[in-house]
């Protein structure tokens, strides 16, 4: 068979990912707007703006550490161990730094009658209950994404059905809240419990206990700790930059709204996000499955590989032009019949973020073509500048036109993020060929 056993468990790796990323868009999204439509876009906004608080400390807290473990467990798996345990030690210390921060933020918050922001509290939990998100990667190095999904989807599942259940029961936000970090606890749990049973951790767990029995080994843990850090500060920062940079230029808005218009207006943009955002999570699943290998041909058939990517581009920019258009016209009976008509106002936020889908779907795109070729500095720069043009916008569109205000400048961060690289850039020319040769290519196929 031409299948190898290789091939084989990298297609079982790719279809359990797929498998958990659709489960986790469906039953979230679902339990999104039935939370929404009962709570109402007052206490959605609260929701929203805390879990957007709560994701930017996440990110600070992981450090850019995840990609350095992904490639440190795929090269090396000797000592793999010891630089997991750093790692972790890394993320609880700072999870507990950024929880002081924001535990002084909501003091001060409540010093000044803001009890609300108590809330913050309940959500910043999840920076204790995240960490199974690096013992993940033990896994997704070794192609056994099996073992995480298998926890991944009962927790997702977990959160969705109690999520409904609590707001149709009548419980308040901080049951809703509750329920996302009991969900991502379990998750860690079972994640951590596989890595327990896992052959290669044994191994590794009784050559570490071994190595504790020595008489020098406060000195030798020192050293390791100290050279783990070294390698994961040095070489974290710059995907924390890129982490932080992209968390601004896609949640930003959900932070700035309540500070510069209201709750309710908020609430009225967390509902129109949560529909947008679904056909670019599903372009991302596509694109990650499918350009790798198009990035393989590359190596066998030069003249083949363009024509295919001009193929895939031309059928994700022709695609997401299709979904524009229909989403465009069908927004306002779409909002209507999911979150009912409270959320009217959510109408004209929503279709101003579908106008930004083919930039979205030309940035997916760009991503994984910027990895194999080793451009992620002028990215990086590119999605900068993108996040700093949507605060400067946010601030000053949002006073006036509330969400329709922050939709806009959203949709401006995604144009400078799709298209500003293969416009700027002479590396990036290849990408602009691809996006103009793919916008034709209807054209050209008529002839």
Request: hydrophobic share 55%; aromatic share 12%; net charge positive.
């Amino acid at each position: 068979m031409w299948i190898t056993a290789g091939i084989r468990q990298a297609l079982h790796n790719v279809a359990w990912l797929m498998l958990s990323k659709i489960l986790a868009y469906v039953t979230t999204g679902l339990a999104s707007i039935v939370v929404a439509r009962v709570l109402g876009p007052e206490k959605t906004g609260l929701i929203a703006w805390t879990m957007s608080v709560v994701i930017f400390a996440d990110t600070i807290a992981f450090l850019g550490m995840d990609p350095i473990l992904f490639k440190h467990f795929t090269r090396r798996p000797g000592g793999s161990l010891s630089l997991l345990r750093t790692a972790l030690q890394w993320r609880f210390t700072l999870a507990s730094l950024c929880y002081l921060l924001l535990g002084g933020y909501v003091w001060f918050s409540y010093a000044q009658g803001k009890t609300d922001h108590l809330l913050l509290l309940v959500g910043a939990l999840q920076l204790f209950t995240h960490y199974g998100y690096l013992v993940s990667f033990w896994f997704h190095a070794r192609v056994q994404a099996a073992k995480v999904v298998r926890w991944e989807i009962p927790a997702a599942l977990f959160s969705s059905g109690m999520r409904i259940a609590v707001v149709l029961m009548g419980y308040d936000v901080y049951s809703v809240v509750s329920v996302l970090i009991v969900s991502q606890l379990l998750e860690s749990l079972g994640i951590t419990l596989a890595l327990v049973r896992d052959s290669q951790f044994r191994l590794q767990a009784a050559r570490a206990l071994r190595i504790k029995q020595m008489s020098h080994y406060t000195q030798w843990g020192r050293q390791r700790f100290t050279r783990n850090s070294t390698l994961l500060l040095a070489h974290g920062w710059p995907f924390l930059f890129v982490s932080l940079t992209h968390f601004i230029y896609m949640r930003i808005d959900q932070v700035m709204l309540p500070a510069l218009n209201s709750r309710k207006e908020t609430g009225f943009y967390a509902a129109a996000a949560i529909l947008a955002e679904i056909p670019y999570q599903m372009s991302i699943l596509i694109t990650q499955s499918v350009l790798p290998g198009l990035l393989k041909l590359q190596r066998l058939n030069s003249d083949l590989y363009r024509t295919r990517m001009i193929q895939f581009f031309g059928l994700m920019i022709w695609t997401s032009l299709a979904i524009t258009a229909a989403l465009w016209f069908i927004g306002p009976g779409l909002i209507g019949l999911l979150f009912g008509p409270t959320y009217a106002p959510s109408s004209i936020m929503f279709q101003t973020l579908v106008l930004g889908l083919p930039f979205m779907f030309c940035n997916c795109m760009i991503g994984p073509w910027v990895l194999a070729h080793n451009l992620q500095r002028q990215y990086s720069l590119m999605l900068a500048i993108a996040a700093l043009l949507n605060v400067l916008l946010n601030w000053f569109w949002i006073p006036i036109w509330g969400g329709v205000g922050a939709a806009s400048a959203s949709v401006l961060a995604y144009m400078v993020i799709g298209l500003g690289c293969p416009m700027v850039y002479r590396s990036y020319r290849p990408i602009l060929q691809y996006i103009i040769r793919g916008l034709i290519l209807p054209l050209t196929v008529t002839k």
